[in-house]
Nanobody, 131 residues
Framework: QVQLVESGGGLVQPGGSLRLSCAASGFTLSDYAIGWFRQAPGKEREGVSCLNSSGSSTIYAGSVKGRFTISRDNAKNTVYLQMNNLKPEDTALYYC????????????????????????WGKGALVTVST
């Protein structure tokens, strides 16, 4: 069964850090480009970051550049989003999603722009940044 499961969300104070995990089952993450997205209450879904299938390219939204880092552990079939210096405006439900670059041309900048219909989605992990 194909599945993406996010974990690592929680409540953190401004300036704090969290690391989100996105564990895949039923397929190999390194065959896919992976995107992290978030959706705050009352707002549209926003692309946050992307890692291409080869691991050679990463893209970040301007709002998180320099604070968030995407990475992948092939042995664990897991992608991570390290989030540092968190701000209240980072509060959202965070999703990971995967898209197969063998089925169409995929570029990470378009993943972050919400251009594609991603192949698989997780159910999300809630991140709350508050005092």
């Amino acid at each position: 069964q194909v599945q993406l499961v996010e974990s690592g969300g929680g409540l953190v104070q401004p300036g704090g850090s969290l690391r989100l995990s996105c564990a895949a089952s039923g397929f190999t993450l390194s065959d896919y480009a992976i995107g992290w997205f978030r959706q705050a209450p009352g707002k549209e879904r926003e692309g946050v970051s992307c890692l291409n299938s080869s691991g050679s390219s990463t893209i970040y939204a301007g709002s998180v550049k320099g604070r968030f880092t995407i990475s992948r552990d092939n042995a664990k079939n897991t992608v991570y989003l390290q989030m540092n210096n968190l701000k209240p405006e980072d509060t959202a439900l965070y999703y990971c999603a995967a898209i197969n670059p063998r089925l169409r041309i995929v570029t990470c900048d378009r993943v972050v722009d919400n251009y594609y219909d991603m192949d698989y989605w997780g159910k999300g992990a809630l991140v709350t940044v508050s005092t």
